[in-house]
């Protein structure tokens, strides 16, 4: 067994290579909080590529988040999970398979909670994945992002509360989330129709998706007025602002911000804290 120093090196080295939005705010947190929302982070973006893959089946995602989810809720038990993925293993991403690793970094006494969030985000995926991703109304897509992102909120909001008594409103948390994957949603639209999914209401039309992803945005600055400790607010602003900066490009013509624009922002934020 690798020791935890040595894994922590190794959860930070796979969330550089995994998330082009969280990593830097991650960064930005202190070592506690940092280690715990890294791993929390990873968990949920495990199972996510499953959720994305590819080369998967739907009732194969399905499959493997469903069973995922009854792992995670309970004791996860890490010899199970290697033999559920076994077969589909030289599809997977490294960050997928080593699952276990990821909780094995997250601190004793909040592990519950994480397993949990991540536990119901499987099953909300692998509802999903069955209904091959076929959003037809509002509700079906508050549906959807609430398992897909409002989760990350939720979980979030857990560990906050947990480092330091922070509470904050779990609907404000969710909307925190949903309005981060729309925006995804929206940036991803032509890949995902590709793909033959779309997550856009069948009756809407891109502005209301804008619309739908700027209520949330919104809905997440109120989600930042119960958060007191800097270097929490710190790490959900960052998010939140290039989300904001991003629906103002996608709104231009233009496909995504570019690298610069990207640590421009961070920087500004940085510097108005």
């Known amino acids: 067994m690798k020791n935890e120093k040595q894994l922590h090196k190794e959860a930070m080295r796979q ?11 991650i960064t930005l947190l202190e070592p506690t909080l940092k280690k715990t929302v890294a791993s929390a982070y990873l968990c949920m973006r495990a199972i996510d590529e499953i959720e994305d893959h590819e080369n998967l089946e739907p009732a194969t995602k399905s499959h493997l988040l ?20 076994e077969p589909y293993k030289q599809l997977l991403p ?10 094995s970094v997250c601190p004793a006494d909040i592990i519950e909670k994480v397993q949990e969030s991540t536990s119901i985000m499987a099953q909300g995926m692998a509802k999903w994945a069955e209904k091959n991703w076929d959003i037809q109304t509002k509700e079906d897509l508050d549906d959807y992002t ?22 904050t409103d779990r609907d404000y948390a969710i909307a925190y ?8 949603i929206l940036r991803n639209q032509e890949e995902d129709k590709d793909r033959g999914i779309s997550f856009i209401p069948e009756n809407w039309n891109i502005a209301d ?8 945005l919104a809905l997440g600055d109120e989600y930042m007025k119960d958060i007191t400790s800097k270097n929490v607010s710190l790490f959900c602003k960052i998010p939140l ?30 510097n108005y804290h």
Do not use: C
């Open 209 to 216: 998706t804008f619309q739908y992803a700027e209520a949330n």
């Open 146 to 167: 609430y398992y897909v992102a409002g989760l990350v909120g939720v979980m979030l909001s857990d560990i906050w509360e947990w480092r330091d008594g922070t509470k």
């Open 241 to 270: 602002e290039l989300a904001k900066r991003t629906l103002h490009v996608l709104k231009s013509g233009r496909e995504k911000m570019s690298r610069d624009e990207v640590n421009q922002t961070v920087e500004d934020i940085k």
């Open 66 to 85: 469903s069973k995922t989810s009854v792992l995670l809720s309970d004791t996860f038990n890490n010899d199970a999970y290697l033999e559920l993925i």
């Open 94 to 103: 490294e960050v997928t398979i080593r699952l276990g690793d990821w909780l």
């Open 15 to 25: 969330l550089k290579k995994t998330s082009r939005t969280f990593y830097i705010p």
């Open 177 to 184: 989330g949903r309005g981060l994957q729309t925006v995804n």
